[in-house]
T-cell receptor, first 118, second 112 residues
């Protein structure tokens, strides 16, 4: 079991370019979460997805950011027209179906994708 | 969802000493979880304590929960340099909703 796989691990973009971050959840997990972490800060929730559905996007900036979790393939966090303030580590986590006591919302995190905007 | 607040913000100890971190939260919970983050890495789940439990152990970790005070503590006994990391708590209101919210964490430094 390879765990939560994120790629790329490091991404450098110039201002105005697009950044695409990918996340493959753990095998058997159907829920994906994206978090952003600025240097020396905690993790800030961005979005919570199930396959083909966005459950909660209350932490997503209103513009330039979007996320998807298609029926096939990884979850994608897309940042359009990046700015220097988007430089951060972006973490993906996954969990099994909720509502099951044994799952109890335990999240498994990936190693993160570090975005640097020049 | 709700966010836990960890205290202290930073803790520096010598190897072999015990480290205690605290977490406070505001509303009723189903369970509370502790996670560790080593520098530059993702969070790793350490331990989960349910609302009907008062204490739980896992190796050198001991977690307590006081629902009347809405607080939890994480004790690491006989600390090692490898325990150097940030520690986060996550109070979970309902298991029917997956999202967890994290605070700023406690930065633990264990000096060899």
């Amino acid at each position: 079991n390879a765990g939560v796989m994120q790629n790329p691990r490091h991404l450098v973009r110039r201002r105005g370019q697009e950044a695409r971050l990918r996340c493959s959840p753990m095998k058997g997990h159907s829920h994906v979460y994206w978090y952003r972490q600025l240097p020396e800060e905690g993790l800030k929730f961005m979005v919570y997805l199930q396959k083909e559905n966005i459950i909660d996007e209350s932490g997503m900036p209103k513009e330039r950011f979007s996320a998807e979790f298609p029926k096939e393939g990884p979850s994608i966090l897309r940042i359009q027209q990046v700015v220097r303030g988007d430089s951060a580590a972006y973490f993906c986590a996954s969990s099994p179906s909720v509502g099951q006591e044994s799952g109890a919302n335990v999240l498994t995190f990936g190693a993160g994708s570090r975005l640097t905007v020049l | 969802s709700q966010q836990g607040e960890e205290d202290p913000q930073a803790l520096s100890i010598q190897e072999g000493e015990n480290a205690t971190m605290n977490c406070s939260y505001k509303t009723s919970i189903n369970n509370l979880q502790w996670y560790r983050q080593n520098s530059g890495r993702g969070l790793v789940h350490l331990i989960l304590i349910r609302s009907n439990e008062r204490e739980k152990h896992s190796g050198r970790l001991r977690v307590t929960l006081d629902t009347s005070k809405k607080s939890s503590s994480l004790l690491i006994t006989a600390s090692r340099a490898a325990d150097t990391a940030s520690y986060f708590c996550a109070p979970v209101r309902s298991t029917s909703y997956g999202k967890l919210t994290f605070g700023q964490g406690t930065i633990l430094t264990v000096h060899p």
